[in-house]
């Protein structure tokens, strides 16, 4: 198809407001809750200087932020899927704004917390427990690896050593087996990734149809359906998308609503930590 030149000036205009908002397959789910007001940037672009941006001979757009330039480049095809998340098809729920945030940021602290794709469902039942999530709550939010990828260095000991036994899991359906060990060889790159369900940009409940017929990416999302106490939920939402949508919603909404009961701050900018002037941050650090 070929773009008559108001539609290309549409579009390039859609994607410079675009810029710098964090849509992504990837972040939108997770950053979902910090976008913040409609509009806003998850990074700084300066709205108030601005001209006219020449993209080619015949074609300007109009107040562009200085912030933004046009590099000619090479020509090339971006391959790389990448759509909004209502592209992909999820629910939608109202993001509650105004919640506190961390005044620094621990690595450590989210190691300690961040589930392992090696995880079976009875830790991460009792994982999400600790955070007050249910069972369903956490098949449902597993559902989210209904669109993304993971690397192969996630599953390479589930399908070359699960448990020690020096084989695989055996609750990799076999065809989906061999695709597996194509693309993550033993002693191949474990940067790889694959697709997490079979419909990797649609949010859909694939993934749980996926599960049900043994094809589950990580360890993590086969044992769900191994698990009588998850498999259940697996089951229900593997025939009832809506069931899964409305789980899910909820499921976020509580995540989302977490506190850590330490001091906090409503972040300007989700991905920092607000800034202050440095004779406060000096005393502040003092009185730690
Ligand atoms: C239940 C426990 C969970 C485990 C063990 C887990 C583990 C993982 C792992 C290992 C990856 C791939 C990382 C890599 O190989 O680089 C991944 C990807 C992903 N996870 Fe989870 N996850 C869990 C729950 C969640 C939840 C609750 C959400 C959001 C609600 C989520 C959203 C995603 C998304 C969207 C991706 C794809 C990322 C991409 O394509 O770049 N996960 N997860």
Not at 9 to 32: E, H, K, P
Not at 49 to 75: N, Q, T
Request: glycine residues 8%.
């Amino acid at each position: 198809m070929s773009l008559g030149s108001d539609d290309l000036t549409t579009t390039l205009c859609n994607s410079i407001q675009a810029l710098g908002r964090g849509f992504d397959v990837t972040s939108d789910i997770r950053l979902l809750y910090c976008k913040g007001a409609t509009g806003s940037r998850l990074v700084h672009i300066d709205e108030e200087h601005a001209r006219d941006l020449d993209i080619s001979h015949e074609l300007v757009l109009p107040s562009v932020s200085f912030d933004i330039d046009c590099s000619p480049g090479k020509r090339s095809i971006e391959r790389i899927p990448v759509c909004s998340f209502h592209e992909s098809g999820g629910p939608d729920w109202d993001v509650k704004l105004g919640r506190v945030d961390s005044l620094s940021t621990s690595q450590e602290d989210s190691n300690n917390i961040m589930p392992s794709p090696r995880a079976n469902a009875s830790l991460l039942i009792d994982l999400f427990e600790r955070f007050n999530l249910s069972v369903k709550d956490l098949v449902a939010l597993s559902g989210s690896h209904s669109i993304g990828q993971a690397r192969c260095f996630s599953i390479i000991f589930r399908l070359y050593n699960q448990s020690g036994s020096g084989g695989p899991d055996p609750m990799i359906e076999t065809k989906y087996r061999e695709k597996l060990n194509k693309l993550c060889p033993l002693g191949g790159d474990e940067n790889v990734t694959g697709d997490l369900d079979a419909t990797p940009t649609k949010f859909d409940n694939g993934y749980f149809k996926d599960l049900v017929a043994g094809r589950g990416f990580l360890n993590s999302d086969q044992t769900l359906y191994t698990f009588p106490e998850t498999r259940k939920y697996v089951t229900l939402f593997s025939k009832n998308q809506q069931a899964f949508f409305r789980a899910f919603v909820e499921g976020m909404i509580k995540m989302g609503d977490l506190q850590s009961g330490r001091p906090g701050e409503i972040r300007s900018s989700c991905r920092m930590a607000n800034s202050r002037p440095v004779r406060a941050l000096m005393e502040s650090q003092v009185r730690d």
